[in-house]
């Protein structure tokens, strides 16, 4: 059977420099600001050489909503996603789901709204 993985995601938001002030608090980086006319991005800091999938965000007015509800829900893994979840209120945005256990040798998550109202989800084994 094939093997299928993600390899980019893109988070919609509604004001790029509030969006990138918020997860640069949130996750202690800095994201490179990529600016196209109507078109924005904002990169996350990515190292291909350790895994996972690279993303941004995206500000475009017709092409891209944010969504607190309805969609998909990214995870950003952690080394204990309490450590994020408790910058999120001071950064602008709200915790839906404080850490709590998935199941034993999974590990933790948590969810939050971010500063633009999308539904945001983090993963740590601690």
């Not at 994201?31 to 999938?53: C, H, I, R």
């Not at 040798?105 to 939050?112: L, Q």
């Not at 500063?115 to 740590?124: D, F, M, Q, V, Y």
């Amino acid at each position: 059977m094939k093997s299928v993985s993600v390899c980019w995601f893109e988070i919609p938001v509604s004001d790029m420099d509030r969006a990138i002030s918020f997860y640069g608090k949130v996750f202690d980086c800095k994201l490179s600001k990529q600016d196209m006319g109507d078109f924005q991005m904002a990169w996350f800091p990515w190292d291909e050489n350790k895994g996972g999938a690279g993303g941004s965000l995206v500000f475009h007015e017709k092409f891209y909503q944010t969504s607190s509800h309805a969609g998909s829900l990214i995870y950003f893994t952690s080394e204990d996603c309490s450590i994020e979840l408790g910058r999120v209120e001071e950064a602008g945005g709200k915790v839906q789901i404080t850490k709590r256990l998935i199941a034993p040798g999974i590990g933790y998550m948590g969810v939050f709204l971010d500063s633009e109202g999308n539904r945001i989800a983090l993963h740590s084994n601690n």
